[in-house]
Every structure is written in structure tokens, then in C-alpha cells.
């Protein structure tokens, strides 16, 4: 069955730097890992996209190990603004060559002045 | 932000009734995605399409079905609602390869809020 996990929740502080970890043992071979962010009463939106190794952009950075068995989100020196939730999603097999999305249950990160 | 629109944004129910969700884009991408949200459950693919009159069921298809006439628009359909179907239900668009669709950027809309009472 696939399945991702990620931790329920995390708390951190203005200026801390938060890794949050999303393991996905079925992850499909051609498809890529992406992480959204959501905040309370929105949709959810795109942060940071990879398929291997390491990926930066402008507020995140998303680590990938060689089996792809798991992802970390990295969000350097965070605000009070990145309370929020975060999911992972990720593409799985699934029968007729086509992937299924799998998405975590997210991860509700608190930061406190 | 991307231009879709969802509604009603609200609605409440009783069980037994039928109830149509809308969803309308702007922006004619090709896939479009209704997933349902719960706690503890993060959000999960209910149906999503990948064309005009094209659609494949997701995770948790079971008690709903969907319909795409037109590249802008995709409903969501409970046959007869249930409790359990009391949910917050996202629609999202992107462009895609049904070989690799978490390769593409989803765009969300804001949600409809149902509950089934």
C-alpha cells in the first residue's frame, strides 16, 4: 500500500532553521517529490520541487537521498509567518502505468517569537 | 493566483441528497483534481481528469463521481451524501503526464466547506 509519513508536528522559534522529513517507500521511479504549504482556511501552494539530490529556491531547500525512499524539507530561519502545514506528495505506481498521488498527512508547524 | 473558483464555498446538507460541487478554472490546463481534506488524513484524491470527458478515480472514489464537459470545468457529484462525506473538498488544475503527475504543480482553489448532516 502506498503510503508517505511525516511527523504530526514541530515547534520552532523566529530564526531556527526546520527540517521536516517525509519518508515514501513506494515512490514511483519517473516521478518527482513536492512539498506545498498551507495556512489555515486556503488551498494549499506549491514551495519546492525535486528528484534527486538537493534543490534550493528562493525560501526553501529539499534534500533527497540516492534511494528516494524519503525527502527533507529544509526552511531556513524561519518567521512566525511559516506557521503552517506541511505536506509532501509524492507519485506511486499504480496498475496500467499509471501513478497515483499520494499525498502526507501533513506536518502542522508552530513558530513562536 | 491561479484563476479557479470553487462553489458553493459553503454548504450544508442532509443526509441522502444529492449535492454538485463546481469547480471553474481560467487558465485551460488539462488536469483537474478533486481531493477531500480531514484531519489526521492530510488530503486525498478523490477523481481527477485528465481531459474533457476523461477522468480516473483517486484514493477515495467510492460514493462520489465526477463530470468534465468543458476544459473549464469539473463537478463533483455525492449521489446521496453521507456524514462521512462532511469534508473540506479542494480542487486543483495543472498541466501533467498521467505517467508522472506529481511532477506538476498543482494550483488550489479556496475550497468548499460540506457538511452532511
Known amino acids: 500500500l502506498a503510503k508517505t509519513t511525516q511527523p504530526i508536528s514541530m515547534d520552532s522559534y523566529e530564526g531556527q532553521e526546520v527540517n521536516i522529513t517525509c519518508s515514501h517507500n513506494?515512490?514511483?521511479?519517473?516521478?518527482?517529490i513536492t512539498w506545498y504549504q498551507q495556512f489555515p482556511s486556503q488551498g494549499p501552494r506549491f514551495i519546492i520541487q525535486g528528484y534527486k539530490t538537493k534543490v534550493t529556491n528562493e525560501v526553501a531547500s529539499l534534500f533527497i537521498p540516492a534511494d528516494r525512499k524519503s525527502s527533507t524539507l529544509s526552511l531556513p530561519r524561519v518567521s512566525l509567518s511559516d506557521t503552517a502545514v506541511y505536506y509532501c506528495?509524492?507519485?506511486?505506481?499504480?496498475?496500467?502505468?499509471?501513478?497515483?498521488?499520494?499525498f502526507g498527512a501533513g506536518t502542522r508547524l508552530a513558530v513562536h517569537p | 493566483d491561479a484563476g479557479i473558483t470553487q462553489s458553493p464555498r459553503h454548504k450544508v446538507t442532509e443526509t441522502g441528497t444529492p449535492v454538485t460541487l463546481r469547480c471553474h478554472q481560467t487558465?485551460?490546463?488539462?488536469?483537474m483534481y478533486w481531493y477531500r481534506q480531514d484531519p489526521g488524513h492530510g488530503l486525498r484524491l478523490i477523481h481527477y481528469s485528465y481531459g474533457v470527458k476523461d477522468t480516473d478515480k483517486g484514493e477515495v472514489s467510492d460514493g462520489y463521481s465526477v463530470s468534465r464537459s468543458k476544459t473549464e470545468d469539473f463537478l463533483l457529484t455525492l449521489e446521496s451524501a453521507t456524514s462521512s462525506q462532511t469534508s473540506v473538498y479542494f480542487c486543483?488544475?495543472?498541466?501533467?503526464?498521467?505517467?508522472?503527475?506529481?511532477?506538476?504543480?498543482?494550483?488550489f482553489g479556496p475550497g468548499t466547506r460540506l457538511t452532511v448532516t
Open positions: 486543483a488544475i495543472s498541466e501533467g503526464d498521467r505517467g508522472r503527475l506529481s511532477s506538476y504543480e498543482q494550483y
Open positions: 506528495l509524492v507519485g506511486a505506481d499504480a496498475e496500467g502505468g499509471y501513478n497515483k498521488l499520494i
Open positions: 487558465e485551460n490546463h488539462r488536469y
Open positions: 513506494n515512490i514511483a521511479t519517473n516521478d518527482y
